[in-house]
């Protein structure tokens, strides 16, 4: 069966710090592309950060959305078969709902439940 379990979320104020976590059960999680997506209420889904886990390396490639990038960090550990954002300089337009996703070819994601973010200015 598989899984994507997220956790991590809550609220900060502005300039503050989150690591968001995602459990991944069920995939084979190397070599594998995956994803953390937000959603804002009446906002499209954006898609921050896309993961390619490699080969049993520690750290994997990592590409990020303009409106994150310098601030999200994507990262990996192979033994938990867990993926990480980290989230800092946190901003109110960062408020919306995380998930994360598992590629799942075809250009079809599985998806977790979400964890929500809310940052007050």
């Known amino acids: 069966q598989v899984q994507l379990e997220e956790s991590g979320g809550g609220s900060v104020q502005a300039g503050g710090s989150l690591r968001l976590s995602c459990a991944a059960s069920?995939?084979?999680?190397?070599?594998?592309?995956w994803a953390w997506f937000r959603q804002a209420p009446g906002n499209e889904r954006e898609r921050v950060a896309v993961?390619?886990?490699?080969?049993?390396?520690?750290?994997?490639?990592?590409t990020y959305a303009d409106s994150v990038k310098g601030r999200f960090t994507a990262s990996q550990d192979n033994a938990k078969n867990t993926l990480y954002l980290q989230m800092n300089s946190l901003k109110p337009e960062d408020t919306a709902m995380y998930y994360c996703?598992?590629?799942?070819?075809?250009?079809?994601?599985?998806w977790g439940q979400g964890t929500q973010v809310t940052v007050s200015s």
């Open positions: 996703a598992a590629d799942r070819g075809g250009g079809g994601w599985d």
């Open positions: 069920g995939y084979r999680f190397l070599m594998s592309r």
């Open positions: 993961i390619y886990t490699g080969a049993g390396i520690t750290t994997g490639i990592a």
